[in-house]
């Protein structure tokens, strides 16, 4: 069976020519010809059937053969909000993974406890591309730059929203348990904040409680910063199927 080949090209049906990155690995690594048969992905829900029309050394045209629009594979949007980890890898992981599970969005932001206040998303966003292409997503999340947790807080929210942490003493209601009692046709958004190494501050918690966010868990285990946001994304997924 010939193998499908994925490239991420943003309004493809709006251009006739792959981007720079996508042209050389189309050129140098996959070798493509005038008349091979390719597929692009506009990373907003469609899929479109190509052929090649010229193939230079750097640059590959193509003319659009079919226009294929793509079904959602999860109702609503899945919003993950998470504090990077110190060790840049790491978020590259959950990322990475993210993308591979679905997810719509990821924002990042510091907090009191975080060890890392800056964070370049260039990196972040082709890894979400190369994910999104293996995996065959139809959609590309939106990956934000980093903020503060004030500012997080205090931007408007649509549909559900929930702060995991590890504070006995302030009551908690499982994650998986509430997003498995939601009506799952419904197509409601739900956002998750997952703090940094250290976890937020106490003060952090009680500040998103005030501003309309859920107490919550995501189980038994004390789970890494990456690890529980990966484990967010897929009871949000889970739930949304």
Not at 2 to 15: I, L, S
Not at 110 to 137: N, V
Not at 209 to 219: M, R
Request: glycine share 4%.
């Amino acid at each position: 069976m010939k193998e499908t080949r994925f490239f991420y090209v943003p309004d493809a049906d709006q251009q006739q020519e792959l981007p720079t990155a996508e042209a050389m690995h189309a050129m140098r690594v996959l070798r493509l010809k005038s008349g091979d048969e390719l597929f692009l992905m506009d990373g907003v829900g469609n899929y479109y059937r190509a052929v090649v029309t010229i193939a230079a050394t750097h640059n590959c045209y193509y003319d659009i053969v079919e226009r294929l629009p793509q079904t959602p594979q999860w109702q609503g949007h899945i919003h993950l909000a998470i504090a990077p980890t110190k060790v840049l890898d790491r978020i590259e992981w959950m990322v990475e993974k993210a993308t591979e599970v679905g997810v719509d969005e990821i924002t990042f932001f510091h907090s009191k406890f975080s060890e890392r206040k800056l964070l370049k998303t260039t990196r972040l966003e082709k890894i979400a591309i190369s994910a999104m292409k293996q995996s065959h997503k139809a959609w590309k999340p939106v990956i934000h730059e980093i903020i503060s947790f004030k500012d997080l807080i205090s931007s408007p929210v649509e549909g559900r929203k929930y702060i995991a942490h590890c504070y006995e003493e302030i009551p908690r209601i499982s994650l998986f348990e509430e997003l498995q009692a939601l009506d799952k046709t419904a197509a409601e958004s739900v956002t998750v904040l997952i703090g940094p190494e250290g976890d937020f501050s106490i003060d952090e918690v009680q500040m998103a409680l005030e501003a309309g966010y859920q107490s919550v868990h995501l189980g038994n285990s004390r789970l890494r910063t990456e690890t529980a946001g990966l484990m967010a994304v897929t009871m949000m997924q889970l739930s949304k199927q």
